[in-house]
């Protein structure tokens, strides 16, 4: 190789190495903005919590929610199903009565002469999800956030600061109540099989089959609530080995409504 020619080929190696060590450090800025991981964005936020809301801020990851669906609830429905579900499923609470997470909505303050905005509705599936993922959800399709207070996870109007707390999504269900819960899902169906029916023959068929595989043990009366149609009627479903529980939200799944669980047994509808 000519004497010229080398000079020439190192030049090159120069300006190439050169180029490279600038594009390296153009990169470490954009590096260090990265989005910070969430489990990380977790951490902090607990960090700056009192014991009590990181106790709740905990809770909002631990609770893991086997199943869970909404078809067109209102926020208080999808909060008060959650809160029960929260309470049967708390595996860090050795305290009875302290299991599960409380909620409250706040509401916007409306002036006088203006229209109540139109309450949002809630449609999501989610199985083996842990509760903070589930109110991300309910959170993003209400059009509402939610902060963690001292004794319950409040939800708030997403642009709105001037609110006012309306009422309690859900509350401390009673012993009754809780035994319910547990009891839809011990029992399990075999067979669904309904076919252009009416939900009240879907509920009495419910009803048989529970007295009958319950083997005399107590178990939640279903009834429909008074406010319901004559008229709803589950097309088709057919279910196989089943819980109780799951077939219930298929059930109101299919008329449009929710179930809800009381001391002396579980109604369709309000």
């Excluded at 929260?86 to 409250?104: C, H, I, R």
């Amino acid at each position: 190789m000519k004497p010229l020619t080398q000079v020439a080929v190192y030049w090159m190696v120069a300006v190439v190495t050169l180029l490279n060590a600038s594009r390296a450090q153009e990169l470490v800025p954009e590096a260090m903005t990265a989005p910070e991981d969430e489990t990380l964005a977790v951490a902090k936020e607990k960090a700056v919590l009192s014991p009590d809301q990181a106790r709740i801020s905990t809770k909002l990851d631990t609770i893991i929610i086997p199943s869970v669906a909404f078809t067109y609830a209102s926020l208080e429905e999808a909060l008060s199903r959650v809160g029960l579900y929260s309470m049967d499923l708390d595996p860090t609470e050795p305290d009875p009565t302290k299991k599960g997470v409380n909620f409250v909505i706040f509401k916007p303050r409306v002036a006088d002469g203006q229209p109540a905005p139109k309450p949002a509705r809630v449609m999501l599936s989610m199985s083996d999800a842990p509760l903070r993922r589930i109110l991300d959800e309910i959170a993003t399709q209400s059009d509402t956030r939610y902060t963690i207070g001292e004794s319950s996870v409040d939800f708030l109007p997403a642009a709105d600061k001037d609110a006012a707390p309306e009422a309690k999504a859900t509350t401390r269900i009673g012993p009754k109540a809780m035994e319910n819960l547990k009891r839809l899902r011990t029992i399990v169906i075999p067979k669904i099989e309904f076919k252009d029916i009416t939900l009240v023959e879907a509920v009495n068929f419910l009803n048989a089959r529970v007295k009958e595989l319950s083997q005399g043990a107590p178990m939640p009366l279903i009834k429909i609530g008074t406010h319901m149609s004559a008229d709803a009627r589950i097309k088709e479903l057919r279910l196989r080995n089943i819980p109780l529980a799951e077939a219930l939200l298929y059930c109101c799944e299919a008329v449009n409504d929710q179930f809800h669980i009381h001391d002396d047994g579980v109604q369709i509808g309000k």
